[in-house]
């Protein structure tokens, strides 16, 4: 008898883990969040050169809860994946206007168009 509830323990136990290892892992799918942030790019090459495409890299990957950024030179788009729990989408904006660019309807910071190689300035 000791054995069956023994049995019976382990199995109650391992859906236990099973149901919160699951729930643990949806939680975290919804807490990942994309957004598309229409931008203005000017010239072609901005998602290579060193001025524009590498700034978006390396300045928003910076920020804690980034995840993963996609420049769309041709949709004027920046598509970015982050964790909600860590960041927000007008923090995001906010951060893409301070790199020079206009983000949705967050308009570019002066000071940073300044900064801007002539061929990423607006003709």
């Known amino acids: ?4 509830q023994s049995n019976n323990l382990k ?3 391992l859906l236990l883990l ?3 290892s699951i729930s ?3 939680q975290k799918k919804k807490n990942i969040q994309t957004v598309v942030i229409k931008t203005n790019i000017y010239c072609d090459h901005c998602k290579q050169c060193e001025t524009c495409g590498d700034k978006f890299h390396k300045n928003l990957y910076n920020e804690d809860g980034i995840k993963s950024v996609e420049v ?5 788009t920046i598509t970015v994946i982050y964790d909600l729990r860590k960041m927000d989408a007008d923090r995001i904006r ?3 206007a301070k790199l020079g660019y206009d983000a949705d309807e967050v308009k570019a910071d002066p000071a940073a168009v300044k900064k801007l190689d002539d061929c990423c300035k607006k003709a």
């Open 11 to 13: 199995k109650i136990g």
């Open 94 to 96: 906010q951060f893409i």
């Open 1 to 4: 008898m000791k054995t069956t």
């Open 24 to 26: 643990a892992f949806s």
């Open 72 to 76: 769309n030179s041709k949709a004027n």
């Open 18 to 20: 099973m149901v919160i």
